[in-house]
């Protein structure tokens, strides 16, 4: 079960982190992607790990302003968020699956647990 929270209202410029922690697993055998879904739009990729913390993409939205790292002692993946702005506001999902490999990683279909969403509002 993987459980996401970290969400809140920011201002626009400001930063902010989410977490993914899972329970009841070994963490460590799983990569984790972070996805996000705006009002009327469809759920689209952020970012992603694998599990060993190699193997880290991004998407070109977010590129060199969000940071994606984990702590597999803590079964926790981390999603720093900094130069936030408003086309950021999203419900932001993580999910995880030990199959994954660098050609899907940024396929929502690859993975198979998905937690429940954390809200960003970033407002401007």
């Known amino acids: 079960q993987l459980q996401a929270c970290g969400g809140g209202l920011v201002q626009a410029g400001g930063s902010l982190r989410l977490s993914c922690t899972a329970s009841?697993?070994?963490?460590?055998?799983?990569?984790v992607g972070w996805f996000r879904q705006a009002p009327g739009k469809e759920r689209e990729f952020v970012a992603a790990?694998?599990?060993?913390?190699?193997?880290?993409s991004y998407a070109d939205s977010v590129k060199g302003r969000f940071t994606i790292s984990r702590d597999n002692a803590k079964n926790t993946v981390y999603l720093q968020m900094n130069s936030l702005n408003p086309e950021d506001t999203a419900i932001y999902y993580c999910?995880?699956?030990?199959?994954?490999?660098?050609?899907?990683?940024?396929?929502?279909?690859?993975?198979?647990?998905w937690g429940q969403g954390t809200q960003l509002t970033v407002s401007s």
């Open positions: 790990i694998k599990r060993s913390g190699s193997g880290i």
């Open positions: 009841g697993r070994a963490f460590s055998t799983y990569a």
């Open positions: 999910a995880a699956d030990r199959n994954i490999i660098t050609s899907t990683q940024a396929m929502a279909r690859s993975y198979d647990t």
